[in-house]
């Protein structure tokens, strides 16, 4: 996926799942945590491998090669030998955070790791059914990667009307990990020379390539004091999220307008997934004056939850001018008003700020939003090729807009925002060698960058930033087997 689920995404859509932190002014502070996906990239189903990410991932209309089925099904027809692929993803994230007034809070958190992107086989039924021809593919995709983690300090002074002090000092660590994927069959038919549509059915199911599940482990540390009174909490909470399950389909359409014109339609349906969810709350706090006190706690939350994750339309359009040159271009529309994660009492929460969507004065109506991916690649054709090509090089490179879900709401404020969209942007490139018209091996570079984005994470400090900063390195390899049509 895009700057990908691991894209990611993002799915995701989903680059993690993180609390919000709601700090509050009193000299024992409470922790209100709810869930949100996040992933390095927009949480917007995009697809695999390292050709399409060097070009920014602008590749619904063209979905020529392996990882079809990820990008739009209906270009399986487009190939003519059976293929093998595997995709690798290395994904590096880092987050600035600061806030005004507030300079224990400037930090840098750091995230990266290695994963199995993509793994598919396509077979190309050798005799066409109905005179038409059919492929058919069998593919596992990680969506989403919810790798995160972040260390942070708030500290707080204030005085009260009485003229009493209080002094606050918070240490939060959070940990994350785990992620996403489904075992996918797809079929792509010709309906017409051309004219073609295609299938995927996405089974989010736990496999030997990749467990679905995700954990996350959030520590508290608190010192207050309140006039001469001492209060000290630690808390620890691990929260984990194992079995996901669930079902949907992304159903593709690909028309050859011309010679050097594709146009180009995906669409990823809406699912409920179902995971086993299980808390557990640890801590103590302790009490010093009037009267000395230790107060432990501990808590234990077993529930099957739901979590609900919205639809998307893609649109595409290729230019080829000749056999050198591909320029293509992606938009794709998603509406987050129905992410959700709904507990086991029926309660709905919102993914992306943690308010209750089933509290219509609560609930922020957030705005669709859209990514804009433009890419090109060329093929150095020798001017006079021999009756073989050994090597054969192509150059890639591509721009992007991408937005994720915001509330935009102030960051001291508990009523609903105007869901403004947070915005990021991003360059690609990429480089592909083709060994005696048999072994097909890519590489792909992609950053992202996002300035004040993120605000529904953390609320409480004033003035709260983060910046983000997103590498991606996808490594891929395609290899083509002799029979066919």
Same mark, same amino acid.
């Given at each position: 996926?895009?700057?990908?689920?691991?894209?990611?995404?993002?799915?995701?859509?989903?680059?993690?799942?993180?609390?919000?932190?709601?700090?509050?002014?009193?000299?024992?502070?409470?922790?209100?945590?709810?869930?949100?996906?996040?992933?390095?990239?927009?949480?917007?189903?995009?697809?695999?491998?390292?050709?399409?990410?060097?070009?920014?991932?602008?590749?619904?209309?063209?979905?020529?090669?392996?990882?079809?089925?990820?990008?739009?099904?209906?270009?399986?027809?487009?190939?003519?030998?059976?293929?093998?692929?595997?995709? =690798?993803?290395?994904?590096?994230?880092?987050?600035?955070?600061?806030?005004?007034?507030?300079?224990?809070?400037?930090?840098?958190?750091?995230?990266?790791?290695? !994963?199995?992107?993509?793994?598919?086989?396509?077979?190309?039924?050798?005799?066409?059914?109905?005179?038409?021809?059919?492929?058919?593919?069998?593919?596992?995709?990680?969506?989403?990667?919810?790798?995160?983690?972040?260390?942070?300090?708030?500290?707080?002074?204030?005085?009260?009307?009485?003229?009493?002090?209080?002094?606050?000092?918070?240490?939060?660590?959070?940990?994350?990990?785990? =992620?996403?994927?489904?075992?996918?069959?797809?079929?792509?038919?010709?309906?017409?020379?051309?004219?073609?549509?295609?299938?995927?059915?996405?089974?989010?199911?736990?496999?030997?390539?990749?467990?679905?599940?995700?954990?996350?482990?959030?520590?508290?540390?608190?010192?207050?004091?309140?006039?001469?009174?001492?209060?000290?909490?630690?808390?620890?909470?691990? !929260?984990?999220?194992?079995?996901?399950?669930?079902?949907?389909?992304?159903?593709?359409?690909?028309?050859?307008?011309?010679?050097?014109?594709?146009?180009?339609?995906?669409?990823?349906?809406?699912?409920?997934?179902?995971?086993?969810?299980?808390?557990?709350?640890?801590?103590?706090?302790?009490?010093?004056?009037?009267?000395?006190?230790?107060?432990?706690?501990?808590?234990?939350?077993?529930?099957?939850?739901?979590?609900?994750?919205?639809?998307?339309?893609?649109?595409?359009?290729?230019?080829?001018?000749?056999?050198?040159?591909?320029?293509?271009?992606?938009?794709?529309?998603?509406?987050?008003?129905?992410?959700?994660?709904?507990?086991?009492? =029926?309660?709905?929460?919102?993914?992306?700020?943690?308010?209750?969507?089933?509290?219509?004065?609560?609930?922020?109506?957030?705005?669709?939003?859209?990514?804009?991916?433009?890419?090109?690649?060329?093929?150095?054709?020798?001017?006079?090729?021999?009756?073989?090509?050994?090597?054969?090089?192509?150059?890639?490179?591509?721009?992007?807009?991408?937005?994720?879900?915001?509330?935009?709401?102030?960051?001291?404020?508990?009523?609903?925002?105007?869901?403004?969209?947070?915005?990021?942007?991003?360059?690609?490139?990429?480089?592909?060698?083709?060994?005696?018209?048999?072994?097909?091996?890519?590489?792909?570079?992609?950053?992202?960058?996002?300035? =004040?984005?993120?605000?529904?994470?953390?609320?409480?400090?004033?003035?709260?930033?983060?910046?983000?900063?997103?590498?991606?390195?996808?490594?891929?390899?395609?290899?083509?087997?002799?029979?066919?049509?």
């Amino acid at each position: 996926m895009s700057l990908q689920n691991k894209k990611l995404g993002v799915l995701c859509f989903i680059r993690a799942v993180c609390p919000i932190l709601m700090l509050t002014v009193f000299a024992a502070p409470s922790l209100a945590q709810f869930s949100k996906f996040t992933i390095s990239g927009a949480p917007t189903p995009v697809g695999s491998g390292a050709r399409a990410a060097g070009m920014a991932n602008a590749f619904v209309a063209i979905a020529d090669d392996a990882t079809a089925a990820s990008w739009n099904p209906a270009g399986l027809v487009q190939l003519e030998l059976p293929e093998f692929s595997i995709v =690798g993803a290395y994904n590096a994230s880092t987050d600035r955070f600061t806030a005004n007034y507030h300079p224990e809070f400037d930090s840098h958190h750091r995230e990266d790791g290695l !994963e199995l992107n993509f793994l598919s086989f396509i077979y190309p039924l050798p005799r066409p059914l109905w005179g038409r021809n059919v492929s058919l593919s069998l593919n596992y995709q990680r969506k989403f990667d919810f790798g995160k983690n972040f260390n942070i300090d708030y500290d707080l002074a204030a005085v009260l009307s009485s003229g009493t002090i209080i002094n606050q000092f918070l240490n939060m660590k959070f940990t994350q990990k785990g =992620g996403l994927g489904a075992i996918s069959p797809a079929i792509g038919i010709e309906l017409t020379k051309t004219l073609s549509v295609g299938v995927t059915l996405n089974l989010w199911r736990s496999s030997p390539l990749g467990e679905n599940d995700w954990s996350q482990t959030t520590r508290l540390r608190t010192t207050a004091f309140l006039g001469s009174r001492l209060t000290n909490l630690a808390q620890t909470t691990r !929260e984990k999220f194992d079995d996901f399950e669930g079902e949907n389909v992304t159903l593709g359409l690909l028309w050859n307008v011309t010679d050097r014109w594709n146009l180009a339609m995906r669409y990823d349906s809406a699912f409920t997934g179902t995971v086993d969810y299980e808390s557990k709350t640890t801590g103590v706090r302790f009490n010093l004056h009037p009267a000395n006190f230790l107060s432990p706690t501990a808590q234990t939350l077993r529930e099957q939850r739901e979590v609900r994750f919205p639809d998307s339309l893609s649109i595409g359009a290729a230019y080829r001018r000749n056999d050198r040159l591909t320029v293509a271009m992606d938009i794709t529309r998603t509406d987050w008003n129905d992410f959700y994660m709904k507990d086991g009492v =029926g309660r709905k929460f919102s993914l992306v700020d943690g308010s209750r969507i089933d509290i219509p004065g609560e609930r922020t109506h957030l705005k669709p939003t859209y990514s804009v991916r433009l890419g090109s690649e060329y093929v150095m054709i020798p001017k006079n090729p021999d009756d073989r090509l050994d090597r054969l090089w192509s150059i890639r490179g591509g721009l992007f807009y991408e937005e994720e879900p915001a509330t935009n709401k102030s960051s001291r404020s508990a009523r609903p925002g105007n869901g403004k969209p947070d915005r990021f942007f991003g360059f690609a490139a990429g480089l592909g060698l083709l060994v005696k018209q048999r072994v097909n091996i890519d590489f792909a570079y992609q950053f992202r960058y996002g300035h =004040g984005v993120d605000k529904d994470f953390l609320r409480g400090p004033k003035g709260f930033e983060n910046e983000l900063l997103q590498h991606r390195f996808v490594l891929s390899s395609v290899v083509y087997f002799k029979t066919g049509r």
